[in-house]
């Protein structure tokens, strides 16, 4: 067996953008062992002044809208542009959806095969606490690598898309035309996060379709509240088969970054979300401690139950159970 | 002074109805004082078969949108129904915003003079965590005092809204007329929680633009996913002064709780939702624990500035945190 590299590897391999090394690490960061967890953060943190260059992208949208072909056809447009592609993938319910989120690689065959790009699976069967810690280290690891571009994929319909929208610059969501019964896989309040809506396959038959859709959402999404960093999200179209619209997908995150550099927000956004990563950890790591320990184990599994029915006080059992963990 | 009531005088004042002794009580909710805790908790769990009768409605808007003046005319045609209702506010911010929420009861001159209806404003200057857990408490010793109709009022634009969702059966949205500009005040993602939407101050001159709001909303709506309980919220006006729409709108809410009810969802989430609460609350102890921890705070005052900038990164000192916070 290989001897695992150390820190001094792990650090100059990743500063000459080795991918190999890049995928090694990012293995160290999600690995549960507490000894791999140490040289992870121990590796981040001595990369730390190298990251935070990229643009961070996310990218959402329900199973069918088409987010592999997309990110497959939008990557092509960013390398062909001279850029350095990273695509990493938060799903925290792979366990149940059967992880078929970039769990096949073969599924983006030329941003695989190029050497600007590098694609990674979602660590599978992981706790959304723990998988949006591990895609953020992985997200400076890539930084550290010289990617100019990370895009974060996620499913549209769980909890892990305000855990992307707290760790990007800027979130995308895919739609389908002909609105109504495709929406019902999206969860609600996440049409309100995006930055930008893009109709995905406005081809052949689909473009009076979609052109349509994108009049309906434009009209909705005039409705919303602009937010403290006054953005007017767009609803555009675009086809990764002809490759139509993703240049203007582009310009726009562009426009976003220079508007958003210039007033502030962008920076303003970033500390923001380190300050939210740390508290994420602490909660995640707080929770943790607390659920492992065994006499809050079967307290739980004794009255948890009578919670749910409405027969006991959930802020008494809560007290109860914090007396007990603090207790030893 | 006055001696405080002890358990059995506190439930049998509740039970009867009694406006002092619930008012009391809740005062006791409300209290930093552990031994006022702790008797109000073991007050809530000698109660806690008698709660969960009410419909409970969580009401939010902007300021200027009229919602005191809405509560007070929707609340006054729920009294010559019959109904008992109480009034709660949440508004964690309230030390900010000069605790305008519900702080000045005369202005709901009709329900503070009715016997029938209990009006509470929210305790000032408290933390979210800790006045949700408050407010819920709250909610429970009203039911068992009788009341029929809880309305839980916040303002549109914290996050007390999600903590309120969290509580209620049904949630609903304030808006005005004239769409765009007096919606920046809202979250993002409140308009997409709303089980529905009035838009208020539909009288006079303001008919025309109201009815306009409404189909922009509506279609706007209609864009939504529907979420697991398959409702669509819809969008109604409303006159506080006229009293137009206010039965169409308990109308509504009196569908939902037999559609609700019928299709299982309304136990379902109260049961998600008091599992919730004990989550909610348990977070927010182990928070509070670890937050007064003087090493902790110590290394947090000294650390948190440079997770902020990027210079570290978050995950290794929240690491760091605990294993100060727990090594004793």
Redesign the interface.
Known sequence: MKKRLDLAEFKEGIRSGNRVVLSQAITLVESTLESD??LA??L??SL??E??KSIRIGITGVPGVGKSTFIEAFGKLLLDQGKKVAVLAIDPSSQLTKGSILGDKTRMETLSADKRAFIRPSPSGAALGGVS?RT??AM?LCEAAGFDVILVETVGVGQSETAVKNMVDFFLLLMLAG??DE???????I???ADALVITKADGENIEPAKKAKV??E??L??????EKHWSPKVQLASSTSGSGLREIWQRIENYESQMKGNGFWESN??AQ??N??DD???????Q??LKDSLVQKMLLDR?AK?????????????T??QLF?QK
């Open positions: 967890q140490d953060s121990e981040v943190q730390i002044t990251t935070g810690g953020r280290e400076l609105a109504g929406l019902q896989g999206i969860k609600k309040g049409m309100e996060m309906a959402y009209n909705a005039h409705l919303f509240p602009l937010g970033r500390a380190r300050l990563w740390l950890q602490i909660q995640f790591l707080l929770g401690a607390f948890r919670v749910q029915k409405g027969e006991l006080n959930p802020s008494k059992l809560a007290k159970l914090l603090f």
